[in-house]
């Protein structure tokens, strides 16, 4: 086998891989039950009503060696 054509077959089969994904991710699925749904919903909406914590000022750990650092 020519040494191009070693260095070369890395190119297309990447792209099959890369067409065998995609096919793959974007295939058709099954409908969610509407329970699953609602729960998922309802998890997403708690995540995004709590409260957010303040900004930390400096990395843990991390002391100031005089007022100017």
């Known amino acids: 086998m ?5 260095w070369l ?3 297309p089969v990447a792209t099959l891989l890369a067409v ?3 096919a793959w991710t974007s295939r058709t ?3 969610v039950e ?5 729960e998922a919903y309802e998890r997403f909406r708690q995540a995004m009503t709590a409260p957010v914590p303040p900004p930390r000022t400096e990395a843990p750990g991390r002391q100031r060696t005089h007022p100017g650092a």
């Open 20 to 22: 065998a994904w995609t």
């Open 2 to 6: 020519p040494a191009w054509l070693v």
């Open 9 to 11: 077959m890395p190119v």
């Open 34 to 38: 509407a329970v699953q749904s609602v």
């Open 29 to 31: 699925r099954r409908p």
